[in-house]
């Protein structure tokens, strides 16, 4: 077994010597949350050149020249989202950030949070600035314990320290921040959900149009972005947008914090360029799979799964390839499945957590996700299903595809669809045999 | 924008949902979460459709299709919920191919897959949207196997909705409907995916506005208590008629079965109600089938009643008014009773050469103002309104249309298929501009947590106010031609009156006359005295607001306007009660009051037309059993001067007639063909007098505006209420009948005596004590509920048709805990 074993140690980045960690470099260290450690590592100056050398103009004008695109799983434009607010007009403008991060797989932000929370302030002042928004949210998922304590402790710090306040780090520019806990909803991760459930609503998607920057939290011109995609701004601002643009693909630029879970000897998050292959995050950064593995979720567990071969294993991880091959990068989160695993079964789970996560406002989830497709799962696992079962399987999901109010119903659907079209013979083996084709289930302890 | 559906190509404004075009097109798509008169929100996913559009290259051009040259049409990857979808230049809508076939097959199946099916046991069974569009969009199969979600299927959401979880399929209208339509946000979703239900806080449902979410719930999940279980639809007789509990004038459909109404429902008057009605309305139908309505006409023989026939009353009615001089006899209606009766009325009052015609209850005030008076879609689209009153309770409709303006969205235009099913303007959670609306009353009124500004001004003040008012508008003014005259100044007992700061009082003033539609809705409280009311006109004019006048009654604005009333002050209907010497009283029950009593059966001759056996009816010589408001063709005017038209429903009300057939059977014994013997008769009369035709007026009714002065005004009783321990409030609930209503009586607790703590500590009172006191000389009997909103010293009592709005003398020696213990179902 692998040093990281013992479930004490944080994941961190475990990295390659031919990159350089940028957004982990305090990650795993002791003591690296506080803000003295982090005004000792250089801390906020990047924020200060923004606020000091820079207008809002150039600061959107860099992140957008960096080509920065948004890390929360759709890639939008960074620096193009943000040219969307609205004029200044003496409304309230608000920057939330979106720190629910629930997707199984997904756990980039989680570190960030825990050990380097001043990173994100920092990337908070930045973009707050850009904006011109006074007051951002940290929308952080209930789970998070830690990383919500960290946060609130560092944003009492670094507002007693003026870092935030009415004049952000000595500046006329004023910044504050509110840390609030999410109460355990996948959905409110969706931009909408999160804004109503920050509202006190009920944790349900809202119609766009209005889109954020049009009228968002209360009606208010609102920017959301991810954890990571602030991160990152930090760095942009303090090396250039040229810096950030120098890495990467044609279609995907900079560096990204990619997450490695399921049966590899060193499952965690790893900080590499992108456009850098899966071969080389699943063999060169993690050690590659236990055992034998049989296909891959590319981005997160609501990303279509892929087969086990080459021309997968070697696609460049950046947003435009993975889009054109059928699935997404999403959030970045490799999830491994080995070959003894039971695709039934472990769709199974995927369709679980989709299933209780719907938040029941529209039909298709409702009904489709959240309520049948579970129950045929259990039909086929029980030893119960037919052939028709499994057509009627695929074309029941078909009916959910693109009819749903937001994505979380294809975030269930395009993965099984996925599933049924590479692994179809695990499908048949049970429904034909009465038992899964294979029966391990005893990872946690391998 | 030009857009082609089908095969169809038509222009559409901006901003037109793309459901709306389909429709507006003949097409058809189906469709359970979106409704009219609220926010779309893409719920439900069954009216999906393919949708494209052309798109323009970077210099602006259309992108052309390379073989037909026309502009190339890119649909949207996905199917697009027309509802939530805007038309735009050249789209192109597809609901009829097989892929759109293929996804509303697929959601009809996934909408039924966990609905019980029980339609065989369903009152929505046959008017079911559900049922619907499962039979025209369906395969008719279900492939799903598994069991069902298992829910509560009998859930009282309050005493009158019943909510069955099962049926539910979560098209969040009845959630919506709350929080955009009143604004209570009473109702929402709990727990979330496939085990989400409806469900409320504790206090149940607590608005004056909670059926009209039966008539939207799509499915037999939320249904009208009062009728469950009572009737298949196709069963129902449907009888448009107008609700006759208010001044407002909101259509209604009477559903009634083997003579029996079985529940009424909301119907279309885009310019009155929309759809909604209050809860009054349309629970308050129970008492018209209870046990002891009279059935036949009584006649007192050896001082019993006893049954009679038509004709044999009216011989006696004739030959007992026979001996009488005709200005010895009185005649008051009811101030709901419809103009045709009102033209009968005055026919019989002629007839027998008498001054003494009045309708009751009728304020100190006129509700007919000299200038035309706002009309509700003047009110729903003010930017600043002021009520002084209790609108909620007085005209229930203004209030959500009060709420209309606060929303700050005006009324959509018609579609060629009705109102817009999806109105992109309005939002899910809206905000209400709360800032436009000012709100006054003696005491604390619903609508006040609507509103941006409120006072609560001593009861009986209303004079005073207006008149604190019109001071502050006379200094602006003066401040606006010369910048140095004094500021406002108010001294100590006008300010008392404001019952708000000056600074509120003085944005009030201002915010009314900058507002480019002002609107002051006036109240029963300021009608109470003609110095109010006076000064309530004044202060209008001055900030250039119409003003809404909230009358007593259904009818009081047309009775008023024809002129039901008495040739001099002293024969109004007070005055006839104590000098007539004989008296016709329709559905007036004065006998309420000892005293009166007392006087009345000192009477030569008493005749009563009314539904029940009242107080005043069991010392009557002739008893006439009268048609409820349900069973009555005619007509009545709402509280902006718009006739609207009254159909009788199919009920079984024994003989009962209206006061056309007392009239018409009157003149018969008379042996005299009176103006208003028919329906029919009395509309010859009322197409003279007004220049409209109540037999043709159409869907919406129609607006009165007289071109030369305004209707001649009543002369009016002058002894007017002045003073008194007793707040007379208006009600929703008639609490007449609320005895003989005993789903509303439970979700009421009863009539209700309102009395701060500290006064009832004083005097010995518990909460929820039944008690018994004569206010105002009429004997109540009501249930104590402690209100620390109450104002010291004052106790509150809703109104009656003989006891009205606005202060009465209560005398505390004749409260008595109440023998009887009123009744209180549930
Ligand atoms: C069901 C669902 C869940 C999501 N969860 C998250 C999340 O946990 N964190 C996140 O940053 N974005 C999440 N997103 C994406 C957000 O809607 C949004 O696109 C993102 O926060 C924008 O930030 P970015 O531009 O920085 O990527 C989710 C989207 C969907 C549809
Ligand atoms: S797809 Fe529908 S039910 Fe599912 S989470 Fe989104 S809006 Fe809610
Ligand atoms: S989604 Fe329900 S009507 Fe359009």
Redesign the interface.
Known sequence: MSDVADATTPITSRHDPRYEVVMYRHVGIDGAWTLDYYRGHGGYASARKALTTMTPAQVIDEVKASKLRGRGGAGFPTGVKWSFMPPVDGRQRLLVVNADESEPGSFKDRYIMEDDPHQLIEGIIIGCYAIQATKAFIYIRGEYGLGYRRLVQAVEEARAAGILGKNALGSDVEVDITVHRGAG?Y?CGEETALMNSLEG????P??KPPFPAQAGVY?LPTTINNVTTMTSVVHIIERGADWFASMGTEDSKGTKLYQISGTVVRPGVYELPMGATFRELIYDLAGGPKGEAKGFFPGGSSTPPFPWRDEFLDMPMDYGTLANSGSMLGTGGVIVIPKEKDIVDAMYNVVRFY??????????????I???LP?MYQ?LLAGLGTREDLD?MED?V???R????CPLADACAMPVQASFKWFRDEYEYLVDHGTPMYTKNDWWEA | MKVTINDVSMDFAPGTSVIDAVFAAGYDVPYFCSQEYMS???????C?ARVGAPRKDREGNWILDEETGEPKIFYF???M?TC?TQVMEGMVVDTLSDDVK??Q???V???L??HPLDCPVCDKGGACELQDRAYEYGTGES??V?DK?HQEKHHPLSEVITLDRERC??C?RCVRYFEEVPGDGVL??I??????YIGTLEDGLPSNFTGNITDICPVGALLDTTSRFRGRNWEYDHTRSTGMDDAGGSAIVIDARTGRIERIKGALNPEVNKTWIDDGTRFGHEYVDADDRLRSPLVRKDGELVPATWEEAAQVVRDRLGGLSGKDIGIALRADATLEEGVAAKALAEALGTGQLDHAPRPAASVVPQQAPATLTDLATADAIFVVGDVTEEVPIADLRIKDALKGVTPPEMMAHGVPIADLRLK??P?FHRERLSVAAPYRVDLMKHAGRTASYPAGGEAALFAALQAIAEAQDAKAEDAEAAAVQLDDGQRAALGMSLADAEALVRGLREADNAVVVIGGFVLATRAAAAAAATFAKAVGAKQLILGPMANSYGLELLHVGPSHDRYAYPGMLEGARALILSNLDPAQDPDVRATLEQKDFLVVHDLFLTETAKIADVVLPARSVYERDGTTVNLEGRFLPLQAAPVDAGESEDFVGVVGALGDALGQRLEGRSVRSARRVLRKRFELDPAELGPSGELYRPKGRPAPRVSIRSDEAVGGNVLVTPSMLRVEYLERNPHLLALSGGSRLRVNPADAAQHGLGDGEAVSLRVGGVVRRARVRLDAGVPAGLMLLPTLPEQPVGLAHADLATLTRDERELEVAG
């Open positions: 909803a959905i609503l009920r944790g349900n809202r119609l009606g299933a209780h996560e719907s938040c029941g406002k529209c039909t298709p989830c409702r009904e489709g959240s309520t049948w129950k039909k009627l029941m078909r009916n959910t693109g009819t749903a109010f | 779309p929100i893409g719920a439900c996913r069954m999906l990857p996905n199917m919920a939530t293929r996804v097959n697929g959601m199946e996934f909408t897959i966990n492939r799903f598994f979600r399929i979560h969040k929402d979703f727990e979330r995916g496939g085990h989400t899910e959670h905000v």
